[in-house]
């Protein structure tokens, strides 16, 4: 199978497997770090934009998540799963977090030092024998993806990244599913068997 090329200076990002992302969030003692590990996944967000995400970019009921002036100054919209919705609608509700989601012990975004321990934290409980950051889950979420057939262009304004080129990348990731060859000829006419 043919894949574009990419500039392979750079080595290739680690990317979890899904037994490995259900182990992490599995293994968090705090709902708030199965938030921001969930949210991190879930959205394929940067670690600057999940730290300070505040409550009204939120919405529950929509499941959707408005991350404000993002890398590059972009604002984009990224769909949270019920899931998550419904986790962060517990959060609220038993937190109370005033301005940000995950707030600090002042009051402020919480800081990128609490969110790496977090995460620290859950990969060394889960036995992760692989280098985990929250950049991880923002790889692994756009490969996995990539996997589910979503397409490459569609992942490209997820991520929020201003060049097909940097997503490109994810297509050395990810595992592509078995496609049963078929003549164009019966799908020209809709009589594919």
């Known amino acids: 199978m043919w894949w574009p090329s990419i500039d392979r200076n ?6 979890l497997n899904a037994s490995e ?29 999940v730290r300070t995400l505040k409550v009204a970019d939120v919405d529950t009921e929509r499941a959707m998540v408005h991350v404000r002036q993002g890398k590059g100054g972009k604002d984009r919209c990224l769909p949270m799963g019920t899931m998550l919705a419904r986790g962060i609608r517990s959060f609220i509700d038993a937190e109370k977090p005033r301005i940000y989601l995950f707030e600090g012990n002042d009051g402020q975004a919480y800081s990128q030092r609490g969110a790496q321990w977090a995460l620290s ?16 889950l923002r790889h692994t979420y756009a490969t996995h993806l990539l996997e589910q057939g979503v397409n490459i262009l569609t992942i490209k304004e ?4 201003a060049h097909i080129e940097t997503t490109m990348v994810y297509l050395h990731l990810a595992c592509p599913t078995a496609v049963v060859a078929f003549s164009p000829m019966d799908t020209l006419y809709n009589r594919c068997k």
């Open 10 to 15: 750079d080595k290739l990002p680690v990317v």
């Open 21 to 49: 992302v259900k182990a992490l969030l599995k293994v968090c003692n705090l709902l708030k770090h199965r938030l921001l590990i969930g949210l991190a996944y879930g959205c394929g967000l940067r670690c600057a934009e």
């Open 121 to 136: 934290q859950a990969v060394k409980r889960a036995g992760s024998v692989k280098e985990v950051s929250l950049h991880t």
């Open 158 to 161: 997820l991520l929020g990244h």
